[in-house]
């Protein structure tokens, strides 16, 4: 049971490089999320995805570029990477509401990327 | 500005002692509240939720207090163990977001001292 799995763990880029963060889920969720966690300021919301094929913007979304080619991925790009970037990423999915408003969030274990 | 605010950066509190950690939020429309846990090197992982039509939810050591009027809720951990130790933070989700999505609170590190 992998749930929500990120792909790496840890990277650490050069300005102006780019790269994508894969995630995965195996619970058949239609919503997936990307969150990026900086020290007093929680899980800000950069993109999200309502379902195969849309992507929408979160909070944060400058500099960033998602896709949602199949259910199960969701990756997240950086085209030119800046030190504003470095931080900890993590993706997560979910399920709609249900008819109590749950709306549990399942997290991934997270990639540390520094941006030097 | 930040919708959902935890004031309390970090909490220490002795085993055995009830921790009690808080959480403000400004959003009227906002009508689900959920904790997370989250270990270092590890992703927040669900803890206890709350709807807003509700004023308290209990599971074992865990309670959350929601005051809806003060735009306020706690989570009470009693007793608590050094394995609580962790960061805590606070979540919120309005009916009327399309992408379902969560609004998170800064956070508070508890430590607990055996």
């Known amino acids: 049971n992998a749930g929500v799995t990120q792909t790496p763990k840890f990277r650490v880029l050069k300005t102006g490089q780019s790269m994508t963060l894969l995630c995965a889920q195996d619970?058949?969720?239609?919503?997936m999320y990307w969150y990026r966690q900086d020290p007093g300021m929680g899980l800000r919301l950069i993109h999200y995805?309502?379902?195969?094929?849309?992507?929408a913007k979160g909070e944060v979304p400058d500099g960033y570029n998602v896709s949602r080619l199949k259910k199960q991925n969701f990756l997240l790009g950086l085209e030119s990477a800046a030190p504003s970037q470095t931080s900890v990423y993590f993706c997560?999915?979910?399920?709609?509401?249900?008819?109590?408003?749950?709306?549990?969030?399942?997290f991934g274990q997270g990639t540390r990327l520094t941006v030097v | 500005d930040q919708q959902v605010k935890q004031n309390s950066p970090s909490l220490s509190v002795q085993e055995g002692r009830i921790s009690i950690l808080n959480c403000d939020y400004t959003n009227s429309m906002f009508d689900y509240f959920l904790w997370y846990k989250k270990y270092p090197a590890e992703g927040p992982t669900f803890l206890i939720s709350i709807s807003s039509i509700k004023d308290k939810n209990e599971d074992g050591r865990f309670t959350v207090f929601l005051n809806k009027s003060a735009k306020h809720l706690s989570l009470h951990i009693v007793p608590s163990q050094p394995g609580d130790s962790a960061v805590y933070f606070c979540a919120a989700s309005e009916i009327m977001n399309a992408g379902n999505m969560l609004t998170f609170g800064g956070g508070t590190r508890l430590m607990v001292k055996p």
């Open positions: 619970m058949n969720h239609e919503y």
């Open positions: 995805s309502v379902g195969e094929g849309t992507t």
């Open positions: 997560a999915s979910s399920l709609d509401r249900d008819d109590q408003g749950n709306t549990e969030a399942f």
